[in-house]
Antibody, heavy 120, light 110 residues
Framework: QVQLVQSGAEVKKPGASVKVSCKAS????????IHWVRQAPGQGLEWMGR????????GYAQKFQGRVTMTRDTSTSTVYMELSSLRSDDTAVYYC?????????????WGQGTLVSVSS | QSALTQPASVSGSPGQSITISCTGT?????????VSWYQQYPGKAPKVMIY???KRPSGISNRFSGSKSDNTASLTISGLQAEDEADYFC??????????FGGGTKLTVL
């Protein structure tokens, strides 16, 4: 079945970087965009950006421009999201999600989420 | 850009119908037929319930329906069931090819 499996929880210090992986299976990896969304504790969803696994092309939310980098490895069907210069308010669960129907916001499935904790 | 506006909470009794609104602007919700709705249980990843305003993925109950009027989209759940108690989020594209989410609505089944 179509599945996105993310890497495990991370604990980082302020100023550090974190790289979260999202491994896809059950479909043609290069066929569908992957988006990244985060959710701070008790808060709503926040869109971070997207990557085209075929071309590697990316688009980021203005809030994260200069701090986020999304990449992919087609040999392992894995996308990565790296966030740098971490602050305490970056503590959140980070999700990847596949666009199941091109040109829509039908995000299906989502990864299980990766908790990133930033604390000194 | 500001998040889309949703009520913080709604409630209803089993069997009733409820509607959750999602208000944006003429530059997002009003401009595109791209509104999606997601259901999220505590500690779980979101799940898409509606996309493209009113389309239901296979496997989603027909008790869930979506609509849009001008700058406001709506999610209606009919025949409310205890299992519908969850958080619901809307989302929409924007002209800059970015994406906005609503702040989320907590649905309580009384």
């Amino acid at each position: 079945q179509v599945q996105l499996v993310q890497s495990g929880a991370e604990v980082k210090k302020p100023g550090a970087s974190v790289k979260v992986s999202c491994k896809a299976s059950g479909y043609t990896f290069t066929g569908d965009y992957i988006h990244w969304v985060r959710q701070a504790p008790g808060q709503g969803l926040e869109w971070m950006g997207r990557i085209n696994p075929n071309s590697g092309g990316t688009g980021y939310a203005q809030k994260f421009q200069g701090r986020v980098t999304m990449t992919r490895d087609t040999s392992t069907s894995t996308v990565y999201m790296e966030l740098s210069s971490l602050r305490s308010d970056d503590t959140a669960v980070y999700y990847c999600a596949r666009v199941a129907v091109a040109g829509t916001l039908r995000f299906d499935p989502w990864g299980q989420g990766t908790l990133v904790s930033v604390s000194s | 850009q500001s998040a889309l506006t949703q009520p913080a909470s709604v409630s209803g009794s089993p069997g009733q119908s409820i509607t959750i609104s999602c208000t944006g602007t003429s530059s997002d919700v009003g401009l595109y037929d791209s509104v999606s709705w997601y259901q999220q249980y505590p500690g779980k990843a979101p799940k898409v319930m509606i996309y493209d305003v009113n389309k239901r993925p296979s496997g989603i109950s027909n008790r869930f329906s979506g609509s849009k009027s001008d700058n406001t989209a709506s999610l209606t759940i009919s025949g409310l069931q205890a299992e519908d108690e969850a958080d619901y989020f809307c989302s929409s594209y924007t002209p800059s090819s970015t994406l906005l989410f609503g702040g989320g609505t907590k649905l309580t089944v009384l």
